[in-house]
């Protein structure tokens, strides 16, 4: 089975200003990675994924997130956040063989203050 | 071309009512996931179907809850009885592929469940 820790529930950090957001998995197996973005009373829009290949993902709106194996960890970073980037980031984990599902950390809620 | 629609977006039930929460997946997905948001909590997996058939119900609670997803129109998850820990966030994705692949997982905006 999976497991998926967010570290931080809540961030709050000035506009411009770099951030990190920490996720670190538990599996037996190999596994697919996830970060996806909940905007307020919306659903889930997936935000960058690895598969395999580069470790470092990018997503189009300035975010990436490297795959580390040995420690196993996902962290999100952006080097300089807007006040649109204020929501919640769920990081997910699914194995890569067979019908798994996907498994969600608790969450982290980003605050963007001017 | 729609995204997964759910329905109601907001439903409100006293306790032992039941409740029915319904997905459309996006056009061409036959893959459906349920998955419940509890206040401050992240998303937990509920059961996974394709279509006329449950592939993964190891999240859905004994008693009181059960999903379907026909040949024809939408899964519907249905709660009997409901308590009031039942009110939360239940929200739905699809995907073409299933999870046997690397396929995103496509959400809806989710219907919010308020039990009195």
């Known amino acids: 089975a999976q497991s998926v820790t967010q570290l931080d529930s809540q961030v709050p950090v000035f506009e411009e200003a770099p951030v990190e957001l920490r996720c670190n998995y538990s599996?037996?197996?190999?596994?697919?990675l996830f970060w996806y973005v909940q905007y307020p009373n919306q659903g889930l829009q997936l935000l960058l994924k690895?598969?395999?290949?580069?470790?470092l993902v990018e997503s189009i709106n300035g975010f990436e997130a490297e795959f580390n194996k040995s420690q196993t960890s996902f962290h999100l970073r952006k080097p300089s956040v807007h006040i649109s980037d204020t929501a919640e980031y769920f990081c997910?984990?699914?194995?890569?063989?067979?019908?798994?599902?996907?498994?969600f950390g608790q969450g982290t809620r980003l605050t963007i203050n001017p | 071309n729609a995204g997964v629609m759910q329905n109601p977006r907001h439903l409100v039930r006293r306790r032992g009512q039941e409740a029915r929460l319904r997905c459309s997946p996006m056009?061409?997905?036959?893959?459906v996931y349920w998955y419940r948001q509890l206040p401050e909590e992240g998303l937990k997996f509920m059961v996974y179907?394709?279509?006329?058939?449950?592939?993964?119900e190891s999240g859905m609670p004994k008693e009181r809850f059960s999903a379907e997803f026909p040949k024809e129109g939408p899964s519907i998850l249905r709660i009997q009885q409901v308590v009031r820990g039942d009110s939360a966030a239940y929200f739905c994705?699809?995907?073409?592929?299933?999870?046997?692949?690397?396929?995103?997982?496509?959400f809806g905006e989710g219907s919010r469940l308020t039990v009195l």
């Open positions: 994705a699809s995907s073409v592929t299933g999870t046997a692949g690397s396929g995103e997982l496509f």
């Open positions: 997910a984990v699914r194995a890569n063989q067979g019908a798994q599902k996907l498994v």
């Open positions: 690895y598969l395999s290949g580069s470790t």
């Open positions: 599996s037996s197996v190999s596994v697919y």
């Open positions: 056009k061409g997905h036959s893959h």
């Open positions: 179907l394709q279509k006329e058939n449950i592939i993964d």
